[in-house]
């Protein structure tokens, strides 16, 4: 996954706060990659990858109290953690060693929120909205 992340309409859950969060997360990848790209500095890379987990955390927990009520919130949850673990655990090793940050780590990150926005929150939220219809 080389490219850049592109946002679409394919990707909206149709709540506009969650939206916006998402295409957030999608900017600080695409900023991330663009810092790989050109002169990879560890530093910057650090400030990016702090960044980015603090965001998932308040945005998993807004995106929470949305899905509180599905039947399968515990698996989405879970979900949520591996990211963030697999995130803070990128974050650590880079801070920690001389570790030059990965393709293979942008690639992951990258692939895993567009493979969850698309299968999982898409799939939660239409769910949930088909169940109050």
Do not use: C
Not at 50 to 59: P, Q, V
Not at 104 to 126: A, G, M, P, Q, S
């Amino acid at each position: 996954m080389n490219e850049k992340l592109k946002w679409q309409v394919a990707y909206q859950v149709g709540i506009p706060e969650i939206d916006k969060q998402h295409k957030r997360l999608f900017e600080m990848l695409n900023k991330l990659q663009d810092i790989y790209e050109s002169d990879n500095v560890k530093s910057e890379i650090q400030t990016v990858l702090e960044e980015m987990g603090d965001y998932l955390n308040i945005h998993f927990s807004y995106e929470e109290t949305y899905l509180k009520n599905h039947p399968r919130f515990d698996a989405h949850r879970k979900e949520h953690w591996f990211f963030v673990e697999k995130t803070m655990k990128f974050t650590k090793d880079f801070d920690l060693n001389d570790a030059i940050f990965e393709f293979e780590i942008l690639d992951f990150l990258k692939r895993w929120l567009v493979n969850h926005v698309l299968n999982t929150d898409i799939v939660y939220f239409r769910e949930l909205k088909n169940s109050f219809t």
